[in-house]
Nanobody, 125 residues
Framework: QVQLVESGGGSVQAGGSLRLSCAAS??????MGWFRQAPGKEREGVAA????????YYLDSAKGRFIISKDNAKGTFDLRMNSLKPEDTAMYFC????????????????????WGQGTQVTVSS
């Protein structure tokens, strides 16, 4: 059974950094993604990675600021977020699906089967 548990959210000022972690278990080869949803807005994909740690893909607004990675020692999929902006404020979710997605679908939330409960990120100006 796939289980995903997010942690690391919090409140920061604009320009600050946060590191989100997704503790994942029960998964096989596939795709892991980080998504976010702000109040009144649709859920959007932020970054994704293949479960072997390869094949990363980012939302344009996240490129150069966010880094998705796999920590084999901890068994987590992490999202390092730098230079945070107020518009990054949202509930952040990790999600998993199997098999691997084509790169053009990696941020398509409709293709993910398993979701965590989310962790809140608030960025103040």
């Amino acid at each position: 059974q796939v289980q995903l548990v997010e942690s690391g959210g919090g409140s920061v000022q604009a320009g600050g950094s946060l590191r989100l972690s997704c503790a994942a278990s029960g998964y096989t080869d596939g795709t892991m993604g980080w998504f976010r949803q702000a109040p009144g807005k649709e859920r959007e994909g932020v970054a994704a990675i293949y479960t072997d740690g390869s094949g990363t893909y980012y939302l344009d607004s996240a490129k150069g600021r966010f880094i998705i990675s796999k920590d084999n020692a901890k068994g987590t999929f992490d999202l390092r977020m730098n230079s945070l902006k107020p518009e990054d404020t949202a509930m952040y979710f990790c999600a998993y699906t199997q098999p691997r997605l084509l790169i053009e679908y990696m941020l398509d939330n409709g293709r993910y089967k398993y979701w965590g409960q989310g962790t809140q990120v608030t960025v103040s100006s």
